[in-house]
């Protein structure tokens, strides 16, 4: 059986999306994304790393900058 698991992050990137393509040429994405946390009246930053592949990756590539929510 299988399952899907949905997560939305709210945030803003920490850095421009990187593009890069596979040696077969597929284009690859990184996106840094800083979120915040409240524990016991504290804000924490968390950070996460989100992969894009494909279209998406050039997609965020060209609109994704430092600092975007």
Partial sequence: MRSINKVILI?????DAELRHTQSGK???NIRLATNRKVNGQEHAQFHTIIC???LAETTSAYVKKGDP
């Fill in 11 to 15: 945030g803003n990137a920490t850095r």
């Fill in 53 to 55: 592949w494909d279209t």
């Fill in 27 to 29: 284009p690859v994405s």
